[in-house]
């Protein structure tokens, strides 16, 4: 392979952009220290392994350092990391992918695998070839696809959730209009038992007009009635009193009879008495007159 195809095995390798040489810069000492760690031989290689002491510092050291591919500053990127950035079309970014500090670059080319890998995986992710794309563009558009598809999905997760709401929102409806249909049903039959009640009322009203209208002869006649009694028993109570005044006067007849009869049986008794003493003194004559004749009639008898 030609040497313009070493460094990192992407597609379109770029040359390493102009670093400041400033020693007490930071990104000048944080370059200058992924470089003396990547050139430096590794543990590995200058102790055997079964150093313990060794190993242990060296999972220290990992333990310490901070996650790879996490984001870094682009000021503090190192020049590995910033070809790394602008192959993924991440250079125009604040924040960097952070690479191992013990990476190096790929001096195989074309014939590294992990080259081939990478862009078979993203191949396979875009479901077709894309032999003609870099990877930046690859990386661009797949990044832009599932962008989009991330935004799909939220759409249609909320959609969905709308949907699921609408549902939820359009049986509660239909429970609604199911008993709002019932109800009207019911007030359907409660108007057709006003209208009844209502002609109910009407010859109840005209019943209660011929009722009243009686009710007023009535009552005209109960006063008449009542006028007739209150005549009556005021001819009752002249009658009464007539008839006290006649039976006093009864009594008093009747008194006055018995008086008169008193009388009369005095009168009657004087009569008599003095009929009695009247015979007997006709009698009284008539024998005065009766004894001389006798006495004649014996002496003519005599003679």
Known sequence: H?????????????PLPPVATQPSSPDECRQRSATKCRQAPRDSELRPAHDGVGCARRELEEELQPP???????????PLERQ????????KCELLPRLPMEVEGCRHGGRCCWRWLARAAIEHVSGGPMGHWSLPEMVTSLKEE????RSRRDEAQSTKERAEASEEALEAFRVQH???????????????????????????????GRQAAMQHGLQQEVASLKLEVRTAEQRAVDAERRATDALGDVMNLKLSEEALKRQLEATQK???KK?????RRHLTRAQDLIAPAEEVVVDEALQ
């Open 178 to 208: 199911a008993s709002a249909e019932k109800e009207l049903g019911e007030l359907r039959a409660m108007q057709r038992e006003f209208g009844r009640l209502q002609a109910e009322i009407q010859c109840l009203q005209v019943t209660g």
């Open 275 to 279: 009929d009695s003493e009247l015979a």
């Open 68 to 78: 790879p591919l996490a984001p870094v500053p682009a000021r503090l990127a190192t």
């Open 2 to 14: 030609p040497p313009e195809r070493a460094g990192l095995c992407l597609d379109a390798p770029r």
């Open 146 to 149: 599932l962008d989009y598809l």
């Open 270 to 272: 004087e009569l008599a």
């Open 84 to 91: 790394l950035a602008e192959a993924l079309g991440l250079s």
